[in-house]
């Protein structure tokens, strides 16, 4: 008979496999850092600097304070473990995983590659790059003088050397080197990858089932199309792995209450075997906008009640949330939601709006404005401020706590 789950149990089991819930460690360093990548297997890239990178925040929501620079080590670093790829989305990876994303860069390569108009109309700029990069070694697209290196368009026009370089990247003829004032570093993949990385081969199915395995752990527990998203699967070779998996024991089928698809049908969903069933979860976090808890929408929103949807390129008029909202995590609740900006010069982290989810009350701004004032100092800031003029229920609230 198939175990049936309670939401809050399922709530909590996903967090725990997420880090949450763990006593935090008094100094975080470069093992502590290593750890987490581990756990989670990817960090998720934006360039949004209006608060704090992406990047930087899972960490900080899991550990605590750290030195970004030890990060910067790890992911900036040439000579560091990891490297770039679409994994969900751009996302920081291990080296070692390369091989278990030839099957996606050799889907690129039929999409994108020889007969699609783009690359024939580029293929002389493409056979100058790598000629380039095999004669200067890793750079950044800023770096390669070339008459097509011209952005067009607004701001974040892309030139057609910068279209080429990213093109060579999906199909893995390119791998990042690390990255300079955030900028991506091309190198030819011999340059950048060890050989016992670039000579290892994995099956397309092998590679597959693997990665549902990743994210079946990372998860702890989740539907088909939760386990699915982790690393952007599609196709009929998921529910062949995903079988796969619950054939050897590791994937357990389970039932959730409340976790109900069209029509009301009962959503099959899977517990991984050495997942935890903690009976509590003690946390206070700041999410990412792409932290993997609220990264794919719908189990958001299935998982906690929390609709959530960034709004940076919404119009500001039409903005109800504001420019860039972070969840806001409370033991095993989403509980609202804040939309923060670092005032570097200033020195002041301003609180633009702050809202309660409905259903939830408790002293919400008692827990949240000590974590805010941990956020300020992290980022080198001395203060926290809500805005004047603040939009939310829960900002006058916070005023008056901080």
Known sequence: MVEQLSPALARRIA?????????????????????????????????VNVFERSHYLPAFARLGAYDRTLLDRLTFDARGPHTEYWAHEAAFVRKDDWPLFRWRMRAYRERYGTGNAW??????????????????????????????????????????????????????????????????????????????????????????????????????????????????????????????????????????????????????????????????????????????????????????GFHYRIEIYTPAPQRVYGYYSLPILLDDELVGRIDLKSDRQAGVLRVQSAWTESGHGGPIAERLAPLLAQTAAWQGLGEVRVADGARGDLAPVLAAEL
């Open 119 to 304: 690359f024939a109309a580029n293929e002389s700029t493409l056979q100058w790059l790598r000629a380039e990069l095999a004669d200067k070694g890793p750079l950044a697209a800023s770096e390669i003088e070339h008459d097509a290196n011209r952005r067009s368009g607004p701001w974040w026009g892309w030139s057609e050397v910068k279209r080429a370089l990213e093109r060579m990247f999906l199909f893995g003829e390119v791998a990042i080197a690390g990255r300079t004032r955030f900028q991506r570093r091309y190198g030819l993949v011999d340059d950048v990858l060890p050989a016992s990385v670039l000579d290892r081969t994995v099956d397309d199915d092998d590679a597959i089932r693997e990665l549902l395995r990743r994210s079946a752990v990372a998860h702890g527990i989740g539907t088909a199309r939760d386990l699915a998203d982790y690393y952007r699967l599609k196709g009929p070779a998921v529910q062949h792995a995903l079988q796969q998996l619950e054939d050897a024991g590791e994937l357990i089928p389970v039932q959730v209450r409340g976790w109900e698809g069209p029509g009301g049908r009962q959503l099959k969903a899977w517990l991984h075997r050495d997942a935890r069933k903690p009976r509590l979860i003690d946390a206070a976090a700041l999410l990412s906008p792409f932290d993997p808890v609220v990264w794919f929408r719908d189990r958001a929103l299935r998982m906690f």
């Open 15 to 47: 967090l725990a496999a997420q880090g949450f819930g763990r006593p935090r460690p008094a100094v975080v360093g470069t093992r502590q850092l290593n750890a987490l990548i581990d756990r989670l297997n990817l960090l998720q890239i934006d360039s």
